[in-house]
């Protein structure tokens, strides 16, 4: 019981950080078709507010609005600054991104340093639950986490803008013939996109060490759940974080984690050659 | 039809064409000379190399590194130099990367003809660059802690300086001490490739001689950002000792989130030092570390060491045994030299690198002759709340072990 | 027929200049462009790819390690002659292809779906390098990986030495031009051309796509391995990285400051990116990918056809007749 508890805690740690990388992610491609490759130093850049929040004194909770207002600002200033003049063109948006992520890790190792930065655990402690011992701030993360994916596929299915991106999503051309500004919603949606990831990044800080290249380790795994969950569909990006968190923390211990890591990525391939509209999709749609 | 004819003529002129000028090159190469080994010079300043990662994952541990070398140059050059000449150094990036690594390490062999180069972190660096200097006769001082002899590593060269420690120097020390003062029941969670593993086998051999046990063994992928399965499963194993060799960002990564779930077992690892500690002291506190060289260290050189670096690179600056191991090496370079009347010819001063020692900051150290890795002292210590690691137990002169590896 | 003839009789031409290297460049200068032209076949087969059939491997350098460890495993650990050891990359690497262009391109994988497929390719490779050291040598990967040298009836051709390595990296070169240019005077390239334009399109007209595109996979792994084992074969080591993430990323890089859709482009993208990145690094050991990573960003917003595509367009508005003796597309 306390093995299957742990598992199922753990998972759901893990499952909440993924998911919000994705959904940033998910919600950008979705939107402009570009694979934001730079998303992990939004995850990044959510850190480093983190540990200038806390080290400045201020309550580490304050940078829960600060990472997130931190990063629509700089991903609205990237859509504006950038992106926007490759509209027709995501192929070399996405190249961009790389190029970019080079460079912003770059920028936060001349500006923090390279070495390793700490956030305090803001609240320590662990609890039993059903015999599991589980950290009081990851059950923090995981509720946090949980009204921020809920909050933001809310927003995407309620809201005027939600309902403009879904329609832009589904047919680009006539949503312009009708009149929708797509530039401007593609600026929204961007920093929406880096918003989330700022936020993950505040929250992953405590539970990990900010340097300047972490965000690359989070990127892979939110590209691929990305993918799996089919693009531009808010719970299938969530089904794809639950697949590459949730079986990774459940396999670790019986074979291994690098055994682990490798069977679901292939995994991962699997599902996407049979379902390549996504995990929710039918099965049709040969060409994506 | 005729486009056919054409292109088939073209093809047959093409592959002779090609041929050709690969041939006529290789033949050409016979009658050049082999090589010529760098630094062979009488006069003038003599060039050292230094490569590290100075970019990427490594970089604080390579960046320290190089202000520890710097800091032996400027001391030496400040001091009238080696044999009456000035060093110059040569300052390059290796990314940690493997072929990064081999074109610098040509480059500074080939093109800067460096006497000697110093440096590198993990063991694909360390690899790389032993597949160029030694058949270009460019000594290599490397200055980290590792796995020595195991899985066919092949640190076994004249023209090879191994600085930091190898395993039976870190861990026979260490296994007895923690029989008598923790437990003996150890489960490890390491990062997963050569220097973990290397160094577990030589764990699991004193620790059974020793009637312990290792009771779990978990190897990691690089980049990991989640360790909370396994830091349950140790608490579950009920073991005394938690044994991490984990690299990098991963290992304060598992720190942090071990003391947020309280973990159980005593926490132990060959790869902790000052720099570390220094990077997230809450979550390092209690950890026992098993290096060379300690902050801590009360001698004389230790104390000079401490003053001159913080002088140059701020005050809350730390330094682990890598960096001490780049500060010795250059000083080793120049007694070797000194002691062949200040000859630059790798085969004359290579041989005299294990006649000399050297009494420094990590206390003396000298050059094994049979394996040409160091002979130096350990320390086992505990890290404070405040990040410092003062010592517990020391041993001086501990041989390095390198099975296979007679020169 | 004039492109084709100029074509081919450019690529003589760059091959028979650099036949020259070794008796104008120091042993320093050898081995960087050794190394250029191996990246360089390792360029034009991603850009075969992605130019040519519209496909972008987000993991190339998987192949281009598989390649150096198929040759390094096969001499080191197994002793096999080193001719045959470049055999079996080549045609074991094929194989490999061939089994991932049939389940992905027959099974209707596209696009991004195929280039997060081959990332994830990439890093299971990385990481199967890593951890099964047994065979890989693991994290510090195989060293003393032999030269090619070939000895077969009578004819002795040894590639060890520092010219020997580069002249192999020439006939390399050489060979994936041969290739590259078989393949776009054929109808195979408007077959490919077609496809990539058009998919639908093209398999009205009766073609099988997903054959054609698996085909072109196999050739551009082909080569991908050719050079990965010649970067071995001349290095004298295998290591992890070479299959990595971080090398792919790289690749992608030459193709596109080169500009994709040109096999002279790959080549262009890894001359400028090689010598940048040598010459930066050693001026600005501590701070270069800031610069690499800024003139990426410039080129592909400002020059987004690439250098060698900029060039061209250039070229052809000055003068209505076609100038430059390149594969364009």
Known sequence: ??????????????????????????????????????????????????????????????????????????????????????????????????????VFQQVFQAVFGPAGLTVPNPAPGTLTILGATFPVFRVVVIVISAIVIVATILFLAKSEFGIVVRAILQNRDAASVNGVNSARYSLLAFGLGAAVAAIAGALIAPSTNVVPYMGATYLAPAFVAVILGGAGRPLGVLLGAAFMGGLEVALTSYIGPTTARALVLILAIIAIRLRPGGLLSEKKDRFA | MTGNMQRRDFIRLAGGLGAAAALSPMLAACATPAAAGGGGSTDGPIKLGFLSALTGLETILGATQYQCFELAVNQINAAGGIAGREITTIKEDNAADSKQTIDKSNKLALSDKVTAVVGLITSIE?????????????????????????????????????????????????????????????????SDYIWPRGTSIRLAELVEDSGGKIVGEQYFPFGTTDFSQVIRDIDSSGADIAWVPLAGTDFLTFLNQYHQFDG??????????????HENPAAAEGVIASQAYFMSLENDANAKFLKAYANDYGADAPVNAIGVAAYNAPWLIKAAIEEVD?????????????????????????????????????????????????????????????????? | MIAKLRAGG?????????????????????????????YGVAAISLQLLWGRGGQLSFGHAAFFGIGAYIYAIFTVKLQVPTPLALLLAITLSALLALIIGYFLFFGGVRAAYFSVITLA????????AISWTPVTGGNAGLIGVPG?????????????????????ALIVLAVALLVTWLIHFRRLGLIFTAIREDETRAAFMGYRTPAYLTALLVISVSLAALAGAAFSAVSNYAAPDMLGAVLSVEMLTWVAVGGRNFVAGALVGVVVLRLLNIQISTILPTSWPLIVGGFFVLVVLLVPAGLVGTFVRLAKRLRPRRLVPVEES
């Open chain 2, 264 to 277: 159980k077992a005593k926490l132990v690892s060959i790869g902790m030092d000052d720099v570390f500690a």
């Open chain 3, 148 to 168: 090619l040298s070939i000895n077969v009836f009578g004819l002795e051709l040894d590639f060890t030495s520092p010219v020997g390595g580069f002249s192999l």
């Open chain 2, 126 to 190: 360390r690899e790389a660059a032993l597949t160029v200097l030694p058949k270009n006769k460019v000594p290599l001082l490397y200055t980290t802690y590792y796995e020595g002899s195991y899985f066919d590593a092949h640190a076994c060269d004249p023209y090879y300086v191994g600085l930091g420690q190898v395993p039976n120097q870190q861990i026979d020390p260490l296994v007895p001490w923690l029989s008598d003062n923790v437990g003996s029941s150890y489960y490890i969670v390491g």
């Open chain 3, 10 to 38: 450019a690529g003589i031409v760059l091959v028979g200049l650099l036949a020259f290297s070794p008796f104008v460049l120091d042993l320093y200068g050898l081995s960087v462009i050794t190394y250029i032209l191996l």
């Open chain 1, 1 to 102: 019981m306390e093995v299957v508890v742990s598992i199922a805690l753990n998972a759901a740690f893990l499952v909440s950080v993924v998911a919000l990388v994705a959904l940033g992610l998910g919600v950008i491609y979705g939107l402009l078709g570009v694979i934001n490759m730079a998303h992990g130093e939004f995850v990044a850049l959510g850190a480093y507010a983190a540990f200038v929040v806390t080290s400045s004194g201020a309550p580490y909770w304050l940078a829960l609005i600060v990472a997130p207002a931190v990063g629509m600002v700089a991903g609205m200033a990237l859509q504006a600054g950038l992106i926007s003049r490759l509209v027709q063109r995501p192929l070399d948006a996405i190249l961009v991104t790389l190029g970019l992520s080079l």
């Open chain 3, 121 to 128: 390719i990439a890093l299971i490779a990385n990481q199967l």
């Open chain 2, 342 to 407: 200040g000859s630059t010819d790798p085969d004359k001063w290579m041989p005299a690198i294990s006649k000399v020692s050297l009494d420094g900051p990590m206390g003396v150290v000298s050059v094994d002759p049979t394996n040409q890795n160091t002979t130096q002292a350990n320390y086992i210590g505990e890290v404070a709340s405040d990040g410092s690691i003062p010592v517990i137990e020391a041993v001086q002169n501990v041989t390095p072990d390198v099975p296979g590896c007679s020169l």
